[in-house]
């Protein structure tokens, strides 16, 4: 019995390897870096989905693909998901750089009218049409390094008329490009000038008006928080999530990033999805994650980006069997960088994280802390065709090749979007 | 009175900025971060050099040139010159980045057959057709991160024919290829497995047989050394650079790298043009480098890549008047990157360099550490018109920016080597 081959619409074959986690779920503990790795694979894609990941003459017979995209003998993997960036910002913030370069101090600079602060303006005085324009460029950047999928968080307006304008361009911004943007408000990211003297009358704004509000307009899916004594302390932070919960978000938090608030053990209490940064997190916060099955989302380059000592006791976070996501926290202050692969390979200098580990923190867990993990994050029949190819003969160069993006083609929903195919 | 303009070849013009150090001599100490930042500045190459830099409206009066590069409101900068590499090998060692990530160190890899040994196969069992072809591809990728000058190191043959291999390679690579290379000879880069338990008879080798016969081939004009106790001691070190030095090389050696063995005060009584890594140097080793007038080349990613907690005294080198050179070391087995971009970026970090700083360092001091301080390095009339065109509005961007490859264009000498001139 002959049986034809089966039209689908995309081909990727001529791979070195296939590389990718499995399942839907978060990966911790060992699982971290057991993924699947198929040599000669290829990914047959259709309507947007994967329908088979198998070896590549095998795939050659059983389906007849419109277009096919040669990985020229390189490798194969599902595009990376960012899962904490702050992407909505006008101007860069370079002389703070060069300020904390000379040896100034984040809290500092912050002080001294730089930090979140300086964004602020940038964002007020600037257009929603000018914010996207630079919002849009910046995607590009981001799928030029692989990343198919990014949370976007609002954060640099801090009003409610700023903040939806921010959470207006991640959405225009969504359905005009290829990323997928998964929208945060932040309103909570800082106290804006204006309540100098008066955070109490801010987190009441937030709680009373402008959650409210932003619930109404459904242009946030999370609502993330900056949890730190000098912020928003525990209280305000209970406060805050406890009303957001109410109106139907699903929570972030920027947690133990500069002391060991308790930020960790707030995030566990409140169900939050993830607990971000972690610098300082306690023995008791890494329980209480552990517990509430909250993702930690780590940034291995934000500290080292601001002259920090701490960093993240990630190792540790593993072996107590959480699944770490990481993310570049993308932004003009702590962190300027939009590189996956940066981050990467700097998870494994800083973390000891495996090449098979990063890659899943970067894909499967950073897709779960997202409530994606069904849909997007590995390379498997029904999932979303979100995949790279990447111009290195195994995945092991993910980690190992510094400074260099290795991304030669994008596949997005089924998509080539970056790279030809033929 | 009208002045027809004169004609030249190349016009570089539109930047929002051109920024260089000044001079033809090493910058250390207040002087390595005093470049020249001109706002709407252009650049007039003619025959391969630059005849002006001075304000657009001034040149475009001044000069018609045959072809014009727009820098469409970038930053202009010399090319980078990369004063440390070992390009010529064959494979990569992405499984002995694993090996270190899991937690072992350069030695005991070193010692389980890892490290420079591995690469030696590579070099012995391959012909030069096959190592230029390597090459080439990462000549490629030195030009695309703007690298317009590197010096090149043998050191992956340690035998006479496949030094002179790698010697011959990267001759060829050099006629063959728009980045110039400056050549090496590393023989004594480590002790080969055939001499183990014979390290006196290796040095007596190089001594009597190899240098000579390097000499004689007129293929280096370096010759540099691994001074470390576990490998050539100070003596050894002694021994063999006593003797390249009366065959006429020009000395450069790796020192103080992993212990603090004195290799500085050694390079400056030997007159070596520069000391190399110096993670470990004694207050008495930069002591000599300032009174020898010895270039101290840093590498910034190295240790950060050996995951080694040792890094360079880097602040208390430069206010000692040291003018150091910047490097991104790189080799398969410790620094696997290419990119001086990420070496500046790096240099900010955890030097506390200034985007000046990083940018001396990267050019006029490390095309000094290579004898060309005359004729590279800076962008003024009479020196090379090596030059590259940023996609940023500052120079400021050069360290603020991490993970991403700014360069746009490149020229070499007058000639539009990378990006598209009109």
């Not at 990914?43 to 994967?50: P, Q, R, T």
Request: aromatic share 6%.
């Amino acid at each position: 019995m002959t049986v034809s081959p089966r039209p689908i619409d995309l081909l990727v074959t001529g791979a070195a390897e296939v590389a990718t986690p499995l399942g839907t779920t978060p990966r911790g503990g060992a699982e971290l870096g057991a993924i699947r790795v198929l040599e000669d694979g290829a990914v047959a894609c259709h309507d947007g989905e994967v329908v088979a990941v198998g070896p590549a003459a095998e795939l050659a017979g059983a389906y007849r693909a419109t277009e096919t995209l040669d990985a020229a003998g390189g490798t194969i993997v599902p595009g990376f998901v960012d899962a904490h960036t702050h992407p909505v910002f006008f101007g860069t913030r370079e002389d703070e750089f060069e300020m904390r370069v000379a040896g100034r101090s984040y809290v500092e600079i912050a002080r001294s009218g730089g930090g979140i602060a300086a964004s602020l303006e940038g964002v007020r005085d600037n257009s929603l049409e000018l914010l996207l324009e630079r919002l849009l460029v910046r995607l590009d950047r981001f799928l030029a390094f692989g990343t198919t999928t990014v949370e976007a968080k609002s954060g640099y307006g801090l009003t409610l008329v700023d903040e939806l304008k921010c959470l207006r361009a991640i959405d225009t911004a969504n359905r005009a490009h290829a990323v997928d943007l998964v929208p945060t408000f932040l309103g909570a990211h800082d106290f804006p000038p204006e309540y100098r003297g008066q955070h109490e009358a801010y987190v009441t704004l937030l709680v009373e008006e402008m959650l409210p509000a932003i619930a109404e307009s459904h242009l946030a899916r999370y609502c993330d928080i900056f949890t730190e004594a000098h912020v928003f302390d525990l209280e305000a932070s209970r406060r805050i999530l406890g009303r957001a919960r109410e109106l139907g978000f699903e929570l972030r938090m920027h947690v133990d990033q500069l002391t060991p608030l308790g930020g960790a053990e707030l995030a566990a209490e409140l169900g939050a999805a993830s607990a971000d940064h972690l610098e300082h997190v306690s023995d008791a916060g890494i329980a209480a994650l552990a517990a509430g099955g909250v993702i930690p989302v780590l940034c291995p380059l934000v500290p080292l980006y601001l002259r920090e000592t701490q960093e993240a006791p990630a190792r540790r976070m593993v072996n107590e069997g959480l699944a770490p996501a990481l993310a570049t926290d993308f932004n003009p202050g702590s962190c300027y960088t939009q590189s996956m692969p940066e981050v990467l390979t700097w998870a494994a200098l800083r973390y000891g994280f495996s090449a098979a580990e990063a890659l899943t923190a970067a894909t499967l867990n950073a897709a779960c802390s997202l409530g994606l993990g069904a849909e997007l994050g590995t390379l498997e029949p029904g999932k979303a065709a979100d995949l790279l190819v990447l111009d290195v003969d195994n995945y092991h160069h993910l980690t190992y090749e510094l400074g260099r993006n290795p991304v030669r083609a994008v596949v997005k929903r089924g998509r080539v979007v970056l790279g030809a195919a033929e």
